[in-house]
C-alpha cells in the first residue's frame, strides 16, 4: 500500500501512517517547505519507521511535478486546509489529493472543528482564527470533494481529549501548534488563565475515488 501524507510538517501524522502500512508499505510526505527536515528525520528515526518513508518538497496547490496521477492508494492530510497560506487555495488543494488518487482509493482530509463545546475549545478556537488560519464550513469542503470526483463522502466527528492546563498552555508549544506570546497575552491571557486551552472535535472527511477526477 502507498499512502501520501500531504502537509507533513513535523512528521507526526506520517509516523501514524507509516505504523498503520507497515513494513511492506510506503508513505510519501510532502511539504512545501523543509524547515522541518531535522525534526521529521529525527521522529522518523525514533518510530523505526524511516525506511519506508520518502519526503518530497512540493506545493500541495500543485503537484504535477512532484507526484504523478493514481500515485497512492489513500491521500491523506492533518489540518492542512486550515494551515494554507492563502485560503481560496483549498481547492486546488483538494483537488491536487484526489488526482493523486487511484481509481477505487481514497481521500481523508483531518481538519478540526470550529464548534466550540466548552470556554477552553473556544480559547483555542480563537487563537487560530485570529492567527489568520482558514475554515471552512464542512459543507463547503464536502462540496469541493464532490466536484472533483469523489463518492460515498463522509464525514465523521472524533472528539479531542487534548486540554492544556494554564500554565501548560502559556508555555510555546509548536508542536501542539500552541504558541504563546505578547500578542496572545494581550488578547487571550486572562481567558487562558481562567480556561486553559482545549482542542476542539475533529472532522475526518473521505471519500472513494471510482473514475477520473475532472481536475
Same mark, same amino acid.
Given at each position: 500500500?502507498?499512502?501520501?501524507?500531504?502537509g507533513?510538517g513535523?512528521?507526526?501524522?506520517?509516523v501514524a501512517?507509516?505504523?498503520?502500512?507497515?513494513?511492506?508499505?510506503?508513505? &510519501?510526505?510532502?511539504?512545501?517547505?523543509? +524547515?522541518?527536515? =531535522? !525534526?521529521?528525520?529525527?521522529r522518523?528515526?525514533?518510530?523505526?519507521?524511516? /525506511?519506508?518513508v520518502?519526503?518530497?518538497?512540493?506545493?500541495?496547490a500543485?503537484l504535477?511535478?512532484?507526484l504523478s496521477s493514481?500515485t497512492?492508494d489513500v491521500?491523506?492530510?492533518?489540518?492542512?486546509?486550515e494551515?494554507l497560506?492563502?485560503?481560496?487555495d483549498?481547492?486546488?488543494v483538494?483537488g491536487e489529493?484526489?488526482?493523486i488518487?487511484?481509481?477505487?482509493?481514497?481521500?481523508?482530509? &483531518?481538519?478540526?472543528?470550529?464548534?466550540? +463545546?466548552?470556554k =477552553? !475549545?473556544e480559547v483555542y478556537?480563537r487563537l487560530?482564527?485570529?492567527?489568520? /488560519?482558514?475554515?471552512?464550513?464542512?459543507e463547503?469542503?464536502?462540496?469541493v470533494?464532490?466536484?472533483r470526483?469523489?463518492?460515498?463522502?463522509?464525514?465523521d466527528?472524533?472528539?479531542?481529549?487534548?486540554?492544556?492546563s494554564?500554565d501548560?498552555?502559556?508555555q510555546d508549544?509548536?508542536h501542539?501548534?500552541?504558541?504563546f506570546?505578547s500578542?496572545?497575552?494581550?488578547?487571550?491571557?486572562?481567558?487562558i488563565?481562567?480556561?486553559?486551552?482545549?482542542?476542539?472535535?475533529f472532522?475526518?472527511f473521505?471519500?472513494?475515488?471510482?473514475?477520473?477526477?475532472?481536475n
Amino acid at each position: 500500500m502507498t499512502v501520501v501524507d500531504v502537509g507533513c510538517g513535523q512528521g507526526g501524522f506520517t509516523v501514524a501512517l507509516a505504523k498503520t502500512v507497515a513494513k511492506n508499505g510506503k508513505v &510519501v510526505s510532502l511539504d512545501v517547505s523543509n +524547515e522541518y527536515q =531535522a !525534526e521529521f528525520t529525527e521522529r522518523l528515526e525514533r518510530y523505526a519507521v524511516r /525506511d519506508r518513508v520518502t519526503f518530497v518538497q512540493a506545493d500541495a496547490a500543485n503537484l504535477k511535478g512532484a507526484l504523478s496521477s493514481g500515485t497512492a492508494d489513500v491521500v491523506a492530510s492533518y489540518r492542512l486546509i486550515e494551515e494554507l497560506k492563502d485560503c481560496q487555495d483549498m481547492p486546488k488543494v483538494v483537488g491536487e489529493m484526489i488526482r493523486i488518487t487511484r481509481n477505487g482509493g481514497r481521500t481523508c482530509l &483531518v481538519e478540526m472543528s470550529t464548534e466550540a +463545546e466548552n470556554k =477552553a !475549545e473556544e480559547v483555542y478556537i480563537r487563537l487560530h482564527r485570529e492567527s489568520g /488560519d482558514c475554515f471552512f464550513p464542512k459543507e463547503q469542503v464536502v462540496e469541493v470533494m464532490k466536484s472533483r470526483g469523489l463518492a460515498e463522502i463522509r464525514v465523521d466527528e472524533v472528539k479531542s481529549h487534548i486540554w492544556l492546563s494554564p500554565d501548560l498552555a502559556k508555555q510555546d508549544l509548536s508542536h501542539a501548534q500552541v504558541w504563546f506570546d505578547s500578542n496572545v497575552a494581550r488578547k487571550l491571557g486572562s481567558l487562558i488563565e481562567t480556561h486553559g486551552m482545549k482542542y476542539p472535535k475533529f472532522l475526518i472527511f473521505s471519500g472513494y475515488k471510482h473514475e477520473e477526477s475532472p481536475n
